[in-house]
T-cell receptor, first 115, second 113 residues
Framework: DSGVTQTPKHLITATGQRVTLRCSPRSGDLSVYWYQQSLDQGLQFLIQYYNGEERAKGNILERFSAQQFPDLHSELNLSSLELGDSALYFC??????????????FGEGSWLTVV | GENVEQHPSTLSVQEGDSAVIKCTYSDSASNYFPWYKQELGKGPQLIID?????GEKKDQRIAVTLNKTAKHFSLHITETQPEDSAVYFCAASASNTGNQFYFGTGTSLTVIP
């Protein structure tokens, strides 16, 4: 158990809908990362937050947004869903931002299926 | 930005044999290189990491080597067991990019009993 908690574990929704994925980082971790993993794909970095502020942006679609709250939990919002958005979405956390060699720990992921 | 390449994409070995997975990176500023193991339906788990001031690190049957000059690092698993079967990802990170991690595309390792 990495200490990173993600909910829901599984989600099935229809095209055009909106969903919210939730992540609680490890106790004390200030940085939260979101990754997308599609079938036969690697880990695609979406976005990083540090202590409530956006720190880095990857290949995140405009239909997607995220935020980190004062209690450090984070939410990833996916809207106008398309079939191609079906994927495993991972949240990861680390203790600090920018510290060399500080590793990240992944949650178990949220399986999103768009039908 | 950083580009991490990982080979091979699939690897099958007999139980007890060794397995080697190789990664290359492009950004000379990268200074931290973790390896993750991902079992089916689960999140990636850190199995070993190495920093740029070290050439080799070992943890029981797992070792990682780093060649900074050539910009490549490798994962070595000795005496493989069926439970080693999983997808393995390498990653590179540089402190000057805000701790952003760049992942390889993964290697699916199958250990045949």
């Amino acid at each position: 158990d990495s200490g990173v908690t993600q909910t829901p574990k599984h989600l099935i929704t229809a095209t055009g809908q909106r969903v919210t994925l939730r992540c609680s980082p490890r106790s004390g971790d200030l940085s939260v990362y979101w990754y997308q993993q599609s079938l036969d794909q690697g880990l695609q970095f979406l976005i990083q937050y540090y202590n409530g502020e956006e720190r880095a942006k990857g290949n995140i679609l405009e239909r997607f947004s995220a935020q980190q709250f004062p209690d450090l939990h984070s939410e990833l919002n996916l809207s106008s869903l398309e079939l191609g958005d079906s994927a495993l979405y991972f949240c990861a956390s680390s203790a600090t931002q920018g510290y060399p060699g500080n590793t990240i720990y992944f949650g178990e992921g949220s399986w999103l299926t768009v039908v | 930005g950083e580009n991490v390449e990982q080979h091979p994409s699939t690897l099958s070995v007999q139980e007890g044999d060794s397995a080697v997975i190789k990664c290359t990176y492009s950004d000379s500023a990268s200074n931290y290189f973790p390896w993750y193991k991902q079992e089916l339906g689960k999140g990636p788990q850190l199995i070993i990491d190495i920093r740029s001031n070290v050439g080799e690190k070992k943890d029981q049957r797992i070792a990682v080597t780093l060649n900074k000059t050539a910009k490549h690092f490798s994962l070595h698993i000795t005496e493989t067991q069926p439970e080693d079967s999983a997808v393995y990802f390498c990653a590179a990170s540089a402190s000057n990019t805000g701790n952003q991690f760049y992942f390889g595309t993964g290697t699916s390792l199958t250990v045949i009993p």
